[in-house]
């Protein structure tokens, strides 16, 4: 609790900081790392993506320690009394920050866009943007993912009399790729 409060405080950076120095991070767990200014940056992304800044405090101090697969870090993470929407999505943060920061290097159709992003938490673009990603792309997708969907369900199909089938599902994802490419 007093780890989460601590990631919650305007000041967080300096209190990681000083958390690193008397190694406080690793009596917590071996794996955590108190990188202040990683911390520091995710909370600012945590401004631009709505995510929340503790959780993403949180998911860049576990880092290092969930992308060398530690799962003794994921248990830990898991007993620190966070919802378990809250410890998904720091460790699936913390787990696909630095990827989704490489991918979103290159040059992205909307369509690319929506489905790299779709499924992430506020949290792992947070993280992302501190791992260098650039914002543009991600802040065009939390400009655009209102209008991500189509008018048009599977449910108003089969209220339609559309009989259900696997290339219902197809028509309806290769429409929506279609609307978000223009």
Do not use: F, M, N
């Not at 000041?11 to 000083?18: F, H, L, P, T």
């Not at 199909?157 to 929506?176: M, N």
Request: net charge negative; with cysteine.
């Amino acid at each position: 609790d007093e780890l989460i409060d601590l990631l919650s405080e305007p000041e967080a950076a300096g209190a990681v900081a000083r958390l690193g120095e008397l190694g406080v991070d690793r009596a917590l767990h071996p794996a955590l790392e108190a990188d202040a200014d990683l911390v520091a940056s995710a909370q600012l992304g945590a401004l631009e993506t709505g995510a929340s800044a503790a959780l993403a405090g949180l998911a860049a101090l576990c880092l290092k320690g969930v992308e060398s697969a530690t799962t003794d870090l994921e248990r830990w993470v898991g007993e620190l009394g966070l919802l378990a929407s809250e410890r998904d999505a720091v460790l699936r943060s913390a787990r696909r920050a630095r990827s989704l920061a490489e991918e979103l290097r290159s040059p992205l159709r909307a369509s690319e866009l929506h489905d790299l992003l779709g499924g992430e938490p506020a949290e792992a673009l947070a993280l992302a943007l501190a791992l260098g990603a650039p914002p543009d792309p991600i802040l065009r997708y939390l400009d655009e993912r209102p209008a991500a969907r189509l008018e048009i369900t599977g449910e108003d199909l089969l209220a339609a009399g559309v009989p259900e089938s696997p290339s219902i599902g197809h028509a309806l994802r290769e429409t929506l790729r279609r609307k978000l490419d223009g």
